[in-house]
């Protein structure tokens, strides 16, 4: 079974679309973060929330609005897509951990997101 | 301000060789920290941690990193490397964040292992 997923693994859109991504994660985690990642592999926290409560707002265009149901699932939906949204956006969970920082992250494969 | 730095892009190394992929940081109170890989079209996966305790952490696949306080290191190291340990290596600390932690990665380093 996989621990994280996301879907789709691959979004090619146009500018000015608005999508989402979904992220499940079946660990029985309460914490689940979004995570940015260019084409240079620098890889940048964007958000994080605990008991589907944010914790972690970095400083993030409005228009990427996040959204937790439920403690397994964190989504992200991004509106007005613009050419610098293209990067890969990785899904992650712990343990509650969100206020100690001493548990590891578990990823899911990712999204490539593309906006032409 | 709280920070991590990888000063290697690529190591290189030949199979069988030991290899070291480096790691300073720069954070205040107790330094948390974590090494992840990251291999071709995956996310990334953990392969150990520091917290507290011994200065030497065993993780997976071999891999082992020490903390070193006075140097503000936790360098990544394997005696033996292998062709698949090739992937992306990042470092990463723990860092407050007003009441919640957060984790800050380090740019990456390229470990690439010859036949």
């Known amino acids: 079974d996989t621990a994280v997923s996301q879907t789709p693994k691959y979004l090619v859109t146009q500018m000015g679309n608005d999508k989402s991504i979904k992220c499940e994660q079946n660990l029985g985690h309460d914490t689940m973060y979004w995570y940015k990642q260019d084409s240079k592999k620098f890889l940048k926290i964007m958000f994080s929330y605990n008991n589907k409560e944010l914790i972690i707002n970095e400083t993030v265009p409005n228009r990427f609005s996040p959204k937790s149901p439920d403690k397994a699932h964190l989504n992200l939906h991004i509106n007005s897509l613009e050419l610098g949204d293209s990067a890969v956006y990785f899904c992650?969970?712990?343990?509650?951990?969100?206020?100690?920082?001493?548990?590891?992250?578990?990823f899911g494969p990712g999204t490539r997101l593309t906006v032409t | 301000a709280q920070s991590v730095a990888q000063p290697e892009d690529q190591v290189n190394v030949a199979e069988g060789n030991p290899l070291t992929v480096k790691c300073t940081y720069s954070?205040?109170?107790?330094?948390?920290l974590f090494w992840y890989v990251q291999y071709p079209n995956r996310g990334l996966q953990f392969l150990l941690k520091?917290?507290?305790?011994?200065?030497l952490v065993k993780g997976s696949y071999g891999f082992e990193a020490e903390f070193n306080k006075s140097q503000t290191s936790f360098h990544l190291k394997k005696p033996s490397a292998l062709v698949s340990d090739s992937a992306l290596y990042f470092c990463a600390v723990r860092s407050l964040y007003s009441s919640a932690s957060k984790i800050i990665f380090g740019s990456g380093t390229r470990l690439s292992i010859r036949p």
């Open positions: 520091y917290i507290t305790g011994d200065n």
């Open positions: 954070v205040s109170g107790n330094p948390y």
């Open positions: 992650a969970s712990s343990r509650t951990s969100a206020r100690t920082g001493t548990y590891e992250q578990y």
